[in-house]
């Protein structure tokens, strides 16, 4: 009997090495370095990468450079297929997916497809010359971002495909949905836009934007104002000639267009410069900016909490502190919960930025939008919304529009909220100028769950006086000092509370 079992006990490890054998021997040897080019950007230039890579069996490590970024990578190989995760990037699935196809690698990143070959020893991403960044100083307060910017930014929809017309129809929207008039006021043109320099080094937006100057008359004529965006590196996250070298030269000519908000995106300037070096590096176009004395909103993009430490002595009024976000309930609640520890440093003119709203754009329930606008309104955060807000559907309309909601966001004392957990749910508290309190309860669990909310709990000061449902815009009562509501799996209970 023994021998018989380990006989069969021989054979089973045998066959489970030869599994392991013929499943390593299938991965194709995709080691080395890897050069790619990809589509025509749109001022003429074309796309470039190039990935290195280690093989360990079918775990796969390495680096992707493209003229816009640089990331480490991890990943498998099986069989001729690679899939890869960005370090760093929230998203669990695979950023760049490919297929080895008669020894070239066929791939995807974000959907962009790319074809590589095996890189000989010219084929490099360009690095310009290394211009040390100035001293540390702080930079004067512009006065401007007194309550969070809001607005609207067209990434989130239209990526690389925004142009003149999108924008101008993107302001008339602003004014017919009553946006503008509920406090939405930029109009945000996100990255793409960008052409090539001059002989004497001015930056020209390319062909989708024929005149920036014209386009931002046009959006000044609506009662909005008008952003724009660049990068402290060579280039843009796309792959765009950014502001690196150039940064007075492009703040005057951000200036002489009408630019009332700027967006800068770190991106290729990891390929320069360290991590230590961002203050001094953003520093500079933050001195660009107030020398030309126009007032212009400065927007750090940087997926970095400590940021909040040294930013506002940069000259900026928000910071970004989250990868960037997607439409799912998962990027949303991972990029809010990363807010926790940046609450001291929220206030007015300098604010914490957890990214752009994707209300409306389809990914989630009008709940979890519901949660989405209550979750940015506690944290102070800036409300720049990414729909296509010339087709609202009513329910996106009356979240976005919802006065009573933002004007906890736009609250003048300025606190960031911070959660109390209690299993699936979470309490957040925000103390408001007039001495009341915003409360929000959010169930972050499957099923519908009880909230209540002690008045004792809340920093009043007094007893209840006064409870308002800002989703349901109606009264509530507290009764023996607390409130009770049931709330929706993923939904929250937001209230507004004041004190006799």
């Known amino acids: 009997m023994r021998k018989n079992f380990m006989k069969q006990l021989s054979l089973t490890a045998l066959a489970l090495s030869f599994l392991f054998l013929t499943s390593s021997a299938l991965c194709q040897n995709v080691a080395g370095r890897w050069f790619a080019t990809g589509n025509t950007l749109d001022n003429g230039e074309v796309e470039k990468a190039l990935l290195v890579l280690k093989q360990n069996g079918n775990q796969l490590s390495g680096k992707l450079e493209e003229l816009g970024f640089v990331v480490e990578v991890t990943g498998t190989v099986s069989g001729n297929h690679i899939e890869l995760h960005g370090a760093g990037f929230s998203d669990p699935k695979p950023f760049l997916i490919g297929d080895l196809v008669n ?18 020893a010219t084929d490099t991403i360009p690095v310009p010359p290394y211009i040390a960044p100035p001293p540390l100083h702080k ?5 401007l971002a007194k309550t969070p910017p809001m607005g609207w930014n067209s990434w989130n929809l239209f990526a690389g495909k ?12 602003m004014v017919s949905s009553g946006m503008r008039d509920a406090g939405y006021i930029y109009i945000n043109i996100d990255d793409t836009w960008e052409g090539t320099r001059d002989a004497q080094g001015n930056i020209r937006p390319n062909s989708k934007f024929p005149n920036m ?20 590196g060579p280039r843009t996250c796309a792959g765009y000639p950014a502001s690196y070298g150039h940064e007075a030269q492009d703040a005057r000519t951000f200036a002489s267009w009408g630019v009332d908000y700027l967006k800068y995106d770190w991106c290729s300037a990891s390929m320069i410069y360290k991590n230590s070096q961002e203050a001094a590096v953003y520093q500079k176009m933050g001195e660009a900016l107030e020398a030309t004395g126009r007032p212009i909103v400065y927007s750090l993009s940087i997926g970095q909490i400590t940021a909040a430490q040294w930013a506002p002595a940069a000259g900026a009024n928000l910071w970004r502190t989250t990868d960037d976000i997607r439409d799912t309930w998962h990027s949303m609640t991972y990029n809010i919960e990363k807010q926790v520890p940046t609450a001291p440093y929220a206030g007015p003119g300098h604010w914490n930025d957890p990214d752009m709203l994707e209300i409306g754009n389809g990914g989630m329930t009008d ?32 979240i976005l529009l919802n006065r009573e909601v933002i004007a ?15 299993g699936n749910l979470q309490t957040w508290i925000k103390p408001l100028a007039d001495g009341s309190v915003a409360v929000g309860v959010v169930n972050l669990g499957a099923s519908p769950a009880q909230a209540r909310v002690v008045a004792a709990d809340l920093p009043l000061h007094g007893q209840v006086g006064r409870a308002r449902d800002l989703w349901a815009h109606k009264e509530v009562n507290f009764t023996n000092g607390a409130y009770s509501s049931t709330v929706p799996s993923h939904g929250t209970l937001l209230l507004r509370v004041s004190r006799q």
């Open 139 to 143: 930079v004067p307060y512009n006065g």
């Open 103 to 120: 020894g070239e690698l066929h791939w995807k990143q974000w959907g962009g497809p790319m074809v590589a070959h095996r890189a000989t």
């Open 162 to 173: 925004v142009n003149d017309q999108i924008i101008r129809t993107m302001a008339d929207a």
């Open 213 to 232: 100057k014209a386009l931002a008359d046009y959006v000044h004529s609506k009662g909005l104002k008008f952003g724009i965006y660049s990068s402290p």
């Open 408 to 422: 906890v966001d736009q609250d003048p004392l300025g606190k960031q909220a911070s959660p109390i957990a209690h």
């Open 367 to 398: 709940t979890e939008y519901r949660t989405h606008m209550s979750l940015w309104a506690l944290a102070a955060a800036p409300l720049l919304a990414g729909n296509d807000i010339r087709h609202m559907s009513d329910a996106t309309k009356a």
